[in-house]
């Protein structure tokens, strides 16, 4: 890709502006945490790990601006975690967000007032919790390329890709694993109502990787599992409970259990990062309700009377019975998800 889908240079997240694909390449400087803020809440950079690596950024990026402005001491901790909590509140359901401001947050705990390189371990956490992500996702994507055929056709929703994440993804880090390893994928993608990333960001990552990408209507998924070979679903998530739930893009859920009536295996590709073990289920995962203008309308332009009232939950719950396995970054995890669960991360 021309730009990473995050980067951090001296005082300025940079962002790969995903809310102008596929039609503009274009990269977003974020120079204050306020921006950034909104380039999350704006979804020019989405997807759960991406908003988790960038909103780390963005606490070296709310240093970087306090120290120009001489702060120091206790005031300059107060402000990183005003800072901090600012992040936090920019989006509600991905986890990996919360997972690592956590982190960073951390650094700032084990801070002492007025102890010069604090700007430098806030760097250093950042980077590190991107460099992880990279080494995630290509984890994720040994494990899930096994359990491909030679050759196959998978059928994904939303964008989980290197889009979504600053490595090669989740979902889609899979099928660039499965090429790499000589096997021969066809990806069917979901539009992805009401933001569109599946049409907007998975067929412009996709042709970019050179993989056959055939695009369907969400509704059409249920004739497309009943009428076509798909060797299995893979969709990313944004939060895992306890027990194998998992709240993912608007879309999942019905699309897994379409998947089920048809015999066709539903993985769910996700990192340590996304699972909350808090959570004994997935009815306490907090979903993002967005404004209802993005259902009236699409790309701008109304598809509904005026003044028409919209729902617009933009995750839903996918129940762990319907998940034929989770792969994650040390293998694929099966029922009983909380029993496996504890085992691989005690
Ligand atoms: O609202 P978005 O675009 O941030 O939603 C993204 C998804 O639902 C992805 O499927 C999820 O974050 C997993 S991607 C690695």
Same mark, same amino acid.
């Given at each position: 890709?021309?730009?990473?889908?995050?980067?951090?240079?001296?005082?300025?997240?940079?962002?790969?502006?995903?809310?102008?694909?596929?039609?503009?390449?274009?990269?977003?400087?974020?120079?204050?945490?306020?921006?950034?803020?909104?380039?999350?809440?704006?979804?020019?950079?989405?997807?759960?790990?991406?908003?988790?690596?960038?909103?780390?950024?963005?606490?070296?990026?709310?240093?970087?601006?306090?120290?120009?402005?001489?702060?120091?001491?206790?005031?300059?901790?107060?402000?990183?975690?005003?800072?901090?909590?600012?992040?936090?509140?920019?989006?509600?359901?991905?986890?990996?967000?919360?997972?690592?401001?956590?982190?960073?947050?951390?650094?700032?705990?084990?801070?002492?007032?007025?102890?010069?390189?604090?700007?430098?371990?806030?760097?250093?956490?950042?980077?590190?919790?991107?460099?992880?992500?990279?080494?995630?996702?290509?984890?994720?994507?040994?494990?899930?390329?096994?359990?491909?055929?030679?050759?196959?056709?998978?059928?994904?929703?939303? @964008? #989980?890709?290197? +889009? /979504?994440?600053? %490595? *090669?993804?989740?979902? !889609?880090?899979?099928?660039? $694993? =499965?090429?790499?390893?000589?096997?021969?994928?066809?990806?069917?993608?979901?539009?992805?109502?009401?933001?569109?990333?599946?049409?907007?960001? @998975? #067929?412009?990552? +996709? /042709?970019?990787? %050179? *993989?056959?990408?055939? !695009?369907?209507?969400?509704? $059409? =998924?249920?004739?497309?599992?009943?009428?076509?070979?798909?060797?299995?679903?893979?969709?990313?998530?944004?939060?895992?409970?306890?027990?194998?739930?998992?709240?993912?893009?608007?879309?999942?859920?019905?699309?897994?259990? !379409?998947?089920?009536?048809?015999?066709?295996?539903?993985?769910?590709?996700?990192?340590?990062?996304?699972?909350?073990?808090?959570?004994?289920?997935?009815?306490?995962?907090?979903?993002?309700?967005?404004?209802?203008?993005?259902?009236?309308?699409?790309?701008?332009?109304?598809?509904?009377?005026?003044?028409?009232?919209?729902?617009?939950?933009?995750?839903?719950?996918?129940?762990?019975?319907?998940?034929?396995?989770?792969?994650?970054?040390?293998?694929?995890?099966?029922?009983?998800?909380?029993?496996?669960?504890?085992?691989?991360?005690?």
């Amino acid at each position: 890709m021309q730009y990473p889908t995050v980067d951090y240079e001296q005082g300025a997240v940079l962002l790969l502006d995903q809310t102008r694909l596929p039609h503009e390449v274009v990269q977003l400087r974020c120079t204050t945490v306020e921006e950034l803020v909104e380039a999350i809440r704006s979804l020019s950079v989405r997807g759960a790990p991406a908003i988790g690596v960038a909103a780390a950024h963005g606490v070296t990026l709310a240093a970087d601006r306090l120290l120009e402005r001489g702060m120091d001491g206790p005031e300059l901790l107060a402000e990183l975690q005003e800072a901090v909590d600012r992040l936090e509140a920019s989006r509600p359901t991905a986890v990996n967000l919360h997972w690592a401001l956590r982190r960073m947050r951390a650094v700032l705990e084990e801070a002492v007032p007025g102890g010069g390189d604090l700007r430098e371990r806030l760097h250093r956490e950042a980077v590190a919790i991107h460099e992880e992500d990279v080494r995630l996702c290509e984890a994720m994507g040994r494990h899930g390329a096994e359990l491909l055929p030679e050759r196959a056709v998978v059928l994904t929703h939303c @964008n #989980t890709g290197a +889009l /979504a994440t600053v %490595g *090669i993804g989740t979902a !889609l880090g899979v099928v660039y $694993a =499965a090429v790499e390893q000589g096997k021969q994928v066809e990806v069917i993608v979901d539009e992805t109502r009401p933001l569109l990333q599946g049409a907007r960001l @998975n #067929t412009w990552e +996709l /042709a970019e990787h %050179g *993989i056959a990408a055939t !695009l369907i209507c969400d509704g $059409a =998924a249920g004739w497309t599992l009943a009428t076509r070979r798909v060797d299995a679903v893979l969709v990313g998530a944004d939060r895992i409970a306890r027990n194998g739930d998992v709240a993912n893009k608007i879309g999942t859920y019905p699309l897994a259990v !379409l998947a089920h009536r048809h015999g066709v295996p539903f993985y769910v590709v996700a990192p340590y990062s996304t699972l909350d073990l808090d959570l004994a289920t997935g009815e306490e995962i907090p979903i993002e309700e967005r404004e209802a203008g993005e259902v009236t309308a699409c790309r701008g332009h109304a598809v509904a009377r005026d003044g028409t009232a919209a729902f617009n939950p933009a995750f839903d719950v996918t129940p762990h019975e319907l998940i034929a396995g989770i792969v994650t970054e040390r293998g694929v995890v099966r029922e009983p998800y909380e029993e496996n669960f504890r085992r691989l991360y005690a």
